[in-house]
């Protein structure tokens, strides 16, 4: 039996990530192995060398019941969320489950999802789901409790509760990117970021103001303000002209959602400054109506070197981000758009390039703790361990370790102290491990000459 949780909170979440960015299927049925990932690390099973959906069964089962459920649908060569999908986030608990039960009673939806998909046509996962799906219905859900909320001038911190109403959740993963149980976190990147991807500011504010259970302050508008404001001081953009015979034309172009988000300003009925990610999805829909159409050749969307390299740099903070879990946004967003760019075989290389890379700097890394600083180092417990340095003489240290509990003594051996910023380390010898260890000098709480 499958161990994977798949309730409300999980399809929330793939929802809003097709609500957020438009992924463009390879073939028609592929969904890119960026995009594999990324998914596969919001249900909280990464797996970071996946290329195809059926290699993750949480989220082939996942992306299965949406398409069956009929929450989510293939559109223009993309997934795309239908309008059944916003009338189900705002539904009561037991009407949400029931309508995905009901979607399962029969078996030929869900074996026509799968064949769209590429996957197996096993009905013991059908089964499997309304079993999930029944035993999930009869659990006892919290009601919503208010975010509580820490102000700084750079930084606005939320603890937020466990349970969020699934429309409340579904608008908060359009803001911003949040692990349940975790601090969210609100920064002016957070927001520009949001605005990036077409939630307005009006929204940024409701959303903030339903999760702290009350209207925001009018200190709090004039600070998310002052952060939007920052957003569009600096602005630059590859653009082209879109022009057509006639104005009704364009109008199509403006009314197909898979389209108008390329178009960046209309200047007339028929002409419109456009971005070159438009050329892919507008030759597939127009080839579609028999309608002739080549893109310029500066404007197609071949792979070139500064793609390449882009992409290589993208996957790799990517990554990093990830493993060693970094307080920064994950370019999710940047890697999507490359994604149009590049055919399956050069983005398999450049995945063979940064997996090669990945590992040399695991290699050099790990054993660093790369989260931020907990605190100024206690300057007299520094000038002990320098001390036991210059001696070469065994020392304890009590240490409270990233991913230890509580913190607790252990005897090393140290070597040398590399200074950094925002913190320095101590390389030494651990008896405890018997291997040399890296420790955090911010995280010394006491020393004690060894035994």
């Avoid at 489950?97 to 074996?111: F, I, M, R, T, Y």
């Avoid at 920052?230 to 057509?244: D, E, F, I």
């Amino acid at each position: 039996m499958l161990k994977y949780p798949i309730n409300v909170s999980s399809l929330v979440s793939i929802l809003a990530y097709f609500a957020q960015l438009r992924v463009p299927l390879q073939h028609g049925w592929r969904l890119p192995p960026t995009h594999c990932r990324a998914l596969a690390e919001r249900l909280g099973e990464p797996a970071p060398k996946i290329r195809l959906v059926r290699e993750h069964r949480p989220l082939a089962l996942h992306l299965s019941l949406l398409l069956t459920a009929n929450l989510l649908t293939i559109e223009d060569g993309a997934f795309t969320l239908t309008d059944q999908a916003y009338q189900w986030l705002q539904q009561p608990h037991e009407r949400q489950v029931a309508q995905l039960n009901s979607a399962l009673g029969s078996a030929d939806p869900w074996h026509t999802t799968r064949q769209t998909l590429h996957l197996p046509q096993d009905d013991s996962e059908r089964i499997y789901l309304r079993q999930q799906l029944d035993r999930y219905q009869h659990e006892e859900l919290h009601s919503f409790k208010s975010a509580t909320v820490l102000m700084e001038p750079h930084h606005w911190s939320l603890q937020l509760p466990h349970h969020l109403p699934p429309h409340l959740h579904f608008h908060l993963l359009l803001l911003c990117d949040w692990i349940t149980d975790r601090l969210l976190h609100l920064t002016p990147f957070t927001l520009a970021n949001a605005l990036t991807n077409h939630v307005s500011h009006a929204t940024a504010e409701a959303i903030i103001g339903r999760l702290q259970g009350s209207p925001l302050t009018d200190e709090q508008r004039t600070t998310l303000r002052e952060w939007a404001n920052r957003a569009q001081q600096y602005r630059v953009q590859h653009t082209l002209l879109l022009q057509t015979q006639r104005k009704e034309q364009l109008d199509l172009l403006v009314a197909r959602r898979g389209l108008r988000q390329y178009i960046l300003q209309r200047f007339s009925g028929t002409l419109a400054a456009v971005t070159p990610s438009l050329f892919a999805p507008l030759t597939r829909w127009l080839h579609g109506q028999q309608i002739p159409f080549h893109p310029p050749s500066d404007a197609t969307n071949k792979p070139s070197i500064v793609a390449n390299e882009s992409y290589k740099a993208l996957r790799l903070v990517s990554e990093l981000m990830r493993q060693y879990k970094l307080p920064h946004l994950n370019p999710h967003h940047a890697l999507s758009l490359l994604n149009e760019t590049l055919d399956v075989t050069t983005q398999n290389l450049l995945d063979q390039q940064v997996d090669v890379t990945l590992k040399t700097l695991k290699r050099k890394i790990d054993g660093y703790d790369l989260s931020p600083a907990v605190d100024t180092p206690d300057e007299a417990l520094v000038q002990q361990v320098e001390r036991a340095v210059m001696e070469e003489q065994p020392i304890q240290i009590y240490y409270q370790g990233q991913h230890d509990e509580h913190p607790r003594w252990r005897t090393i051996e140290p070597r040398w102290i590399e200074p950094d910023d925002p913190a320095s380390y101590l390389r030494a010898f651990c008896y405890s491990a018997n291997a040399m260890r890296v420790f955090r000098l911010d995280r010394l709480l006491d020393v004690k000459p060894a035994d």
